[in-house]
């Protein structure tokens, strides 16, 4: 990956891999490596006080404006620290829900107070945020929720009672912003509304569901009459849909263009342990392994026509699709990975070079679900990229 | 990496889809096909000699624009969306950067100045056309002996699938040379000892010939390649080669790919268009993002070419784009003749022409596993 990063700020790049050697020591030692998808529950007091340590450094939120204590970083050298840090085996960032969801869309939809209030805690990695919108009834089809919130006339909160479920990190996490229906009677996607909740309060429970790879990274997470202050809500009561996908779009993968380098990583291991168990020596291994390799370089020029597009009103062709490839480039690399182990894939060996590659195998497999399943995204990349006929919609 | 274009390259790229809608596409490829010769000479002529693409790869000091590979890719991958027949990729992609990378200044006098006006058809004669360039440049040469004979040399052996190779005036030979070396030669379709019998091909956009050298006696001026450049030059002008076909099959599919939308637009059944089933969309959707890709890899790849900067990195990402070029390619042909039902399956219908150019082109210049193993061999070295 490194033939093309002239372009780059070798810099900047230094400065980064420079402050990450001197601090990802000692205590912090254990997190290299960990704490990725698939094993976000690992050491989470440990990654707090990470995270705090990044924003000591003033390495968190460096995308952010610097009136809202961010760095305005422009996204290239964004996408060059997320590989920086990924190449120097930085952990899974917990704070990865408030600095690139809920920040900028508190900066585009917040009230001033909201501003004050919630994102300095996200700058210094003081405050942990989960997202609250699939519910059991809810998922690809996420107007379908149900989960309700009332105003309470003489107070001015909020009320919410109902489910959601899947929540990524709710049990180490101190808020939750919450997608919920707030007009009685209201039907998709009106009346809606999107809150801010303190996860710590009577009337939630958070109930953390056990998942394909044994870990337990997200959550179920009950409401019973919990409460939302009035000043918490983002938006007007009922734009909670415009808001709540506006969220969506703030991401536009810059992070996940950074996870590139993770995926070279890992490819990397795969041919390291293929290497070691013979598996390299068969033809169609090492095929597999150049189409990896092919694809993982296109996905890096696919990136880069991005970021031109970057700030433009439509997503163009290249960023409608990027999501879609790169998670199914990913699946075929566990499943490559554990062709690759053989048998061994199937046994706990505690090597943790084996591990991780069982874990890409298993965790892979959510790629293609969360954040749009592959048949969702198949259906936006028709419609928006190609102008073909939308969906048809069943009577609720 | 940048991978913005330039105004310049911007209007490089409008100009070709203004001409090439007008004047290239299914509809002209099978009258130039009926017609017999295999190209419309016209068309052939305003882009050499009104449009001037011929001299996009040239270096100035040869008449040319010296435009380099990014632009290149710019306009192939146009001209497959185009299925354009035309013996521009044999002259441009092929034998131009083999004079350029591997001649000598002499060669490249005599040749480069003619192939940048548009007055001189050239082309290479491999081998094997669907042969590899490494990890010896030398095994393109392998079908050819060049036995030094007085000042000059005698040349033997066959060509079974020269591009353009019945109307070229000029073929460039890569020969091994007895006593020791390869070199390349400039051989006329009119030298004695040489048969060239066209081919009839499947693929009407692209016309091959086989040739015979029996003996075929050339002077000293004829061995056009620099001793000291030739097994790098021709490796590298391979790789262009191959870089600029991996665009042409990106533009492939995406002509199979637009005509395919046009098409289940249209088509009625079950009271709906056939656009309307998802089971339909997702497919052209999973289209759309090979095609993107791809054509990221060949952008990305086209640009570390034209920088100059690493030929043995940019041979690898070439190798990459060529592969999941080749693949975008095939498959977009293939869905097109699917989901045009049974009017896919015609003569009539379109499908059919990027379905046959698509698996040709993906034969040539090694196949989609020969450069995923070009890859590995470097990648994962056993
Ligand atoms: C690891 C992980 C972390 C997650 N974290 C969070 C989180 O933090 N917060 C949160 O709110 N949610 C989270 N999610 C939930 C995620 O967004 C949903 O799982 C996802 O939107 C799919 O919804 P579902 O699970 O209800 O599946 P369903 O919608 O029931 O889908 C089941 C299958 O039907 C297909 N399908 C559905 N609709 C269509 C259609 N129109 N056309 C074709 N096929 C269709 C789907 O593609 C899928 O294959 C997480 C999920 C995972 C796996």
């Known amino acids: 990956m490194t033939a093309n990063d002239t372009t780059m700020d070798a810099g900047f790049r230094r400065e980064v891999a420079g402050w990450l050697n001197e601090h990802l020591t000692g205590r912090f030692e254990p997190l290299r490596f960990r704490g990725g998808p698939g094993d976000g529950d690992a050491f989470p007091d440990l990654r707090k006080e990470w995270e705090r340590e990044l924003a000591v450094g003033r390495w968190s939120c460096i995308g952010w404006p610097e009136e809202y204590g961010g760095r305005g970083l422009p996204v290239p050298l964004q996408i060059a620290f997320h590989e920086e840090y990924a190449r120097a085996g930085g952990p899974g960032r917990l704070g990865h829900i408030g600095e690139g969801l809920i920040g900028p869309t508190l900066m585009a939809f917040g009230t001033e107070r909201q501003k004050q209030r919630y994102l300095p805690p996200i700058v210094a990695g003081r405050e942990f945020w989960a997202q609250g919108y699939s519910e059991p009834g809810a998922g690809s089809d996420l107007a379908g929720l149900k989960t309700r919130a009332r105003r309470d006339p003489s107070t001015g909160q909020w009320r919410v009672t109902g489910q959601k479920v899947w929540t990524s990190l709710a ?226 | 990496m940048n991978l913005d274009l330039t105004s310049e390259q911007e209007m490089i790229r409008e100009a070709a889809v203004g001409f090439l809608t007008e004047r290239a596409g299914p509809a002209a490829l099978r009258r130039a096909a009926e017609a017999g010769s295999g190209y419309d000479r016209a068309l052939w002529d305003a882009i050499g000699r009104e449009l001037g693409w011929c001299a996009l790869a040239v270096p100035e000091e040869y008449g040319g ?34 004079l350029v990378h591997a001649g000598t200044a002499g060669a490249k006098e005599t040749y480069l100045p003619a192939i940048a006006a548009g007055e001189l058809e050239a082309t290479v004669g491999l081998s094997a056309l669907g042969g590899v360039w490494w990890p010896d440049a030398g095994a393109v040469a392998a ?33 091994r040379i007895e006593g020791g070396g390869i070199g390349v030669f400039a051989v006329t379709p009119a030298a004695s000892g040489l048969t060239v019998r066209p081919l009839k091909t499947i693929d009407v956009s692209r016309p091959l010939a086989d040739i015979r050298l029996d003996g075929v006696a050339v002077g000293a001026e004829a061995l056009v390649s620099d001793p000291a450049l030739v097994a790098a030059g021709l490796a590298r002008a391979l790789d262009e080669a191959a870089l600029a076909l991996a665009a042409e099959q990106v533009g492939v599919a995406q002509g199979a790919l637009d005509g395919t939308l046009a098409y289940i637009a249209e088509r009625v059944q079950f009271g709906r ?31 570390l070419a034209a920088s100059g900067e690493d030929p043995q990195a940019a041979a690898l990402e070439i190798s990459a784009a060529r592969a999941l070029a080749t693949d975008a390619a095939f498959l977009a042909a293939q869905e097109a003749i699917q989901l045009h039902g049974g009017v896919g399956f015609t003569w009539e219908y379109d499908p059919h022409l990027y379905f046959k150019r698509a698996q040709a082109s993906g034969a040539w210049l090694g196949g989609a596993d020969d450069h995923l193993d070009r890859i590995a061999a470097v990648v994962c070295p056993a």
């Open chain 2, 143 to 175: 079908g050819v002996t060049a036995r030094p004979d007085g000042a000059g040399f005698r040349l033997d052996g066959r060509l079974p699938h020269v591009p353009d190779g019945a109307t070229a005036g000029l073929i460039l030979v890569p020969a």
């Open chain 1, 171 to 396: 049990h180490v996490s101190d808020w939750i912003f919450v997608l919920a229906r707030s007009e009685e009677g209201s039907v998709g996607r009106e009346g809606l509304s999107f809150l801010l909740m303190p996860l710590h309060q009577p009337g939630i429970e958070i109930r953390p569901i056990r998942q394909i790879n044994g870990g337990e990274e997200f959550n179920e997470v009950f409401f019973e009459g919990a409460v939302a202050e009035a000043e918490d809500i983002v938006g007007k009561p009922g734009d909670g849909w415009a808001v709540a996908m506006a969220l969506l779009g703030f991401e536009r993968g810059i992070s996940t263009l950074g996870q590139q380098m993770t995926f070279a990583h890992e490819l990397d291991l795969v041919v390291e342990i293929a290497r070691e168990n013979g598996s390299l020596r068969q033809p169609a291994i090492r095929r597999r392994i150049a189409q990896s390799w092919a694809g993982l370089r296109a996905m890096r020029y696919n990136a880069a026509r991005m970021l031109s597009g970057f700030g433009k009103a439509d997503l163009a062709r290249e960023a409608l699709g990027y999501k879609y490839y790169w998670s199914h480039w990913h699946r075929d690399l566990g499943k490559l990975a554990a062709d690759v182990l053989g048998v061994e894939a199937d046994v706990v060996t505690g090597d943790p070079r084996r591990e991780r590659l069982q874990q890409l195998f298993l965790f892979s497999r959510a790629d293609t679900i969360y954040g749009g399943t592959s048949e969702i995204q198949l259906n936006i990349i028709a419609e928006r990229g190609l102008g073909m006929p939308k969906e048809p919609r069943g009577k609720a």
């Open chain 2, 65 to 98: 624009m010296a435009m380099g590979a990014f632009d290149m890719a710019l306009l192939a991958e146009r001209m497959g969306q185009a299925l354009l027949a035309s013996p521009f990729f044999a002259t441009v992609c092929l034998a131009a950067p083999l």
């Open chain 2, 273 to 303: 268009a056939i656009a309307s089933f998802q089971a339909i969309k997702h497919r052209c959707a999973e289209l759309m993002v090979r095609i993107e890709v791809a054509r990221s890899a060949v952008m990305g790849a086209a640009r």
